[in-house]
T-cell receptor, first 113, second 115 residues
C-alpha cells in the first residue's frame, strides 16, 4: 500500500543537540510538507517542497532545516537553535495538480530530556 | 491572508445525537476548504473537501459539510454520532492553486461521544 512513513515515532533530544526526523513517501507525490502540532494551536507549516532540490520556508522555519535530494524523501532537522522543540511533527505530501488534498504520515513526537 | 476559526475547542455529544462542528474562514480569494480528522497519536485523515460546484459536500464515515459563502462558513455535520467518531477535527483552507499548497489550519475541535 502507498503511504507516508515517518520515523522514529518517538524521539528524545538533549539540550544543544541536533536531531533529524525522517519522512519517506511512495505515493509518487511531487510536493512534501512539514508541520508542527502543539496542543490547542492546530498545525503550523515549517517547510515545504514542490520539487527535488528546492524548498521554501513556511510560517515557523526558524530553528529548522530540510533537504530534498530525492523525490521520496524530505527529512527535517531540528537544530539547537530551536528553543522549544517539544511537539508533534507531521509530514505530508500531495500532487501538484489543481487543489489536491495532502496526505499525512503518523507523526513523530519529539521531547527534550 | 487566509485564516480559519473553529468555534469550540471541545464538543461533547451523546451517541446517536447530531454532531455539529463549526468552522469559519477568511480568504481574499475563492477558498478551497477541507476537513481532516485525527485520532490519538496519528496523522490527519481527509474527511471531505470543497473546491467548486455543489456546496453540500459528502465525505467519509457519514460526515458532510456545507459551504456558505455569505456566512463564510464550512460547518461539519453528522446526523447520528458513533463512539468511533471521538477524535480531533481540523478545518483548513487553501488558495486552491496548482502546485504545493500552503494549508492554513484551525485550532482543532476535540469531539467526545458520551454513551
Amino acid at each position: 500500500d502507498g503511504g507516508i512513513t515517518q520515523s522514529p515515532k518517538y524521539l528524545f533530544r538533549k539540550e544543544g543537540q541536533n536531531v533529524t526526523l525522517s519522512c519517506e513517501q511512495n505515493l509518487n507525490h511531487d510536493a512534501m510538507y512539514w508541520y508542527r502540532q502543539d496542543p490547542g494551536q492546530g498545525l503550523r507549516l515549517i517547510y515545504y517542497s514542490q520539487i527535488v532540490n528546492d524548498f521554501q520556508k513556511g510560517d515557523i522555519a526558524e530553528g529548522y532545516s530540510v533537504s530534498r535530494e530525492k523525490k521520496e524523501s524530505f527529512p527535517l532537522t531540528v537544530t539547537s537553535a530551536q528553543k522549544n522543540p517539544t511537539a508533534f511533527y507531521l509530514c505530508a505530501s500531495s500532487t501538484i495538480e489543481f487543489n489536491q488534498p495532502q496526505h499525512f504520515g503518523d507523526g513523530t513526537r519529539l521531547s527534550i530530556l | 491572508a487566509q485564516s480559519v476559526t473553529q468555534l469550540g475547542s471541545h464538543v461533547s455529544v451523546s451517541e446517536g445525537a447530531l454532531v455539529l462542528l463549526r468552522c469559519n474562514y477568511s480568504s481574499s480569494v475563492p477558498p478551497y476548504l477541507f476537513w481532516y480528522v485525527q485520532y490519538p497519536n496519528q496523522g490527519l485523515q481527509l474527511l471531505l473537501k470543497y473546491t467548486t460546484g455543489a456546496t453540500l459536500v459528502k465525505g467519509i464515515n457519514g460526515f458532510e459539510a456545507e459551504f456558505k459563502k455569505s456566512e463564510t462558513s464550512f460547518h461539519l455535520t453528522k446526523p447520528s454520532a458513533h463512539m468511533s467518531d471521538a477524535a480531533e477535527y481540523f478545518c483548513a483552507v487553501s488558495k486552491g492553486i496548482q502546485g504545493a499548497q500552503k494549508l492554513v489550519f484551525g485550532q482543532g475541535t476535540r469531539l467526545t461521544i458520551n454513551p
